[in-house]
């Protein structure tokens, strides 16, 4: 680990299926943890099985928690764009449904801040094609950590993911 406790912020990103980017984001430096989890939804405590369903509202989801004399959340944004399409409306690649949806929750002003200008930037520049960028932002909700088979599933697996990421 890395820093002072006080220093660390946390950041949390849905992106489709959270194996591969809880991995991409344990790779960036100055990123403290991460877990993968589920937010946005309406059921306390919920499991896989219930937010596969589409029905709790959650989102599978990567919290990060980072230093921010290392990393700035902007390039955690980056991150986040690199790892998925954000055209994808309630998907992402073979992986179908709300669950998989394209999320930013933030923390603070400047979070919310940040997320909507990087979303206008990239709408701007051309890189999706002309596709809409569907990604929702809002407020950061309760953070229900995903079973342990989850965490760290790329690397448990050899590096080899079964999801579209």
Same mark, same amino acid.
């Given at each position: 680990?890395?820093?002072? &406790? =006080?220093?660390?912020?946390?950041?949390?990103?849905?992106?489709?299926?959270? %194996?591969?980017? +809880?991995?991409?984001?344990?790779?960036?430096?100055?990123?403290?943890?991460?877990? &993968?989890?589920?937010?946005?939804?309406?059921?306390?405590?919920?499991?896989?099985?219930?937010?596969?369903?589409?029905?709790?509202?959650?989102?599978?989801?990567?919290?990060?928690?980072?230093?921010? &004399? /290392?990393?700035?959340? +902007?390039?955690?944004?980056?991150?986040? %764009? @690199?790892?998925?399409?954000?055209?994808?409306?309630?998907? /992402?690649?073979?992986?179908?449904?709300?669950?998989?949806? @394209?999320?930013?929750?933030?923390?603070?002003?400047? /979070?919310?801040?940040?997320? =909507?200008?990087?979303?206008?930037?990239?709408?701007? @520049?051309? =890189?999706?094609? @002309?596709?809409?960028?569907?990604?929702?932002?809002?407020?950061? &909700?309760?953070?229900?950590?995903?079973?342990?088979?989850?965490?760290?599933?790329?690397?448990? /697996?050899?590096?080899?993911? =079964?999801?579209?990421?």
């Amino acid at each position: 680990m890395t820093g002072d &406790a =006080r220093e660390r912020k946390k950041a949390t990103f849905g992106a489709g299926c959270f %194996w591969g980017v +809880e991995d991409a984001f344990r790779k960036v430096p100055g990123v403290v943890d991460t877990a &993968a989890g589920y937010m946005g939804g309406t059921v306390k405590d919920p499991t896989y099985e219930q937010v596969c369903t589409g029905e709790t509202g959650h989102a599978e989801v990567v919290e990060v928690t980072y230093d921010p &004399a /290392q990393v700035t959340y +902007e390039d955690l944004l980056a991150v986040f %764009w @690199s790892v998925h399409d954000p055209t994808q409306l309630n998907r /992402q690649g073979p992986d179908i449904g709300p669950n998989y949806r @394209s999320v930013i929750f933030y923390y603070d002003a400047e /979070q919310a801040k940040a997320a =909507r200008n990087a979303k206008e930037d990239l709408a701007i @520049s051309g =890189r999706f094609g @002309s596709g809409r960028i569907v990604t929702i932002i809002q407020p950061a &909700a309760p953070f229900y950590r995903a079973e342990e088979y989850h965490q760290r599933y790329f690397e448990k /697996q050899g590096g080899h993911c =079964r999801c579209g990421t």
